[in-house]
């Protein structure tokens, strides 16, 4: 069975950092792409940033050049670097692989970005 735990999260002001984590137990790691999704209330959850097993990154415009995906196979840990953070970056993080196992949701870490 597969379990995710996300952590990291916080209150930062616009301009701030933070940098999340998130530990798989199970196979999960051996899927081909593991991603960053967030959520904001009333809103559909959004891919944020995939990364592929071979080392590859993709991110969705709004964090090009701000957030860094990373996979540490060995420590079955994704990471996700949040940098210049936004007021619009407020949301609920999750990780997941992608597409997601729809049954594998973890609780998710707020992040909070406000002066």
């Known amino acids: 069975q597969v379990q995710l735990v996300e952590s990291g999260g916080g209150l930062v002001q616009p301009g701030g950092s933070l940098r999340l984590s998130c530990a798989a137990s199970?196979?999960?790691?051996?899927?081909?792409?593991l991603a960053w999704y967030r959520q904001v209330p009333g809103k559909q959850r959004e891919l944020v940033a995939a990364?592929?097993?071979?080392?590859?990154?993709s991110y969705v415009d709004s964090v090009k050049g701000r957030f860094t995906i990373s996979r540490d196979n060995a420590k079955n840990t994704l990471y996700l670097q949040m940098n210049s953070l936004k007021v619009d970056d407020t949301a609920v993080y999750y990780c997941?692989?992608?597409?997601?196992?729809?049954?594998?949701w973890g609780q998710g870490t707020r992040v909070t970005v406000s002066s």
């Open positions: 199970g196979s999960i790691f051996s899927m081909l792409v």
């Open positions: 990364a592929r097993i071979g080392g590859s990154t």
């Open positions: 997941n692989s992608h597409p997601p196992i729809q049954t594998t």
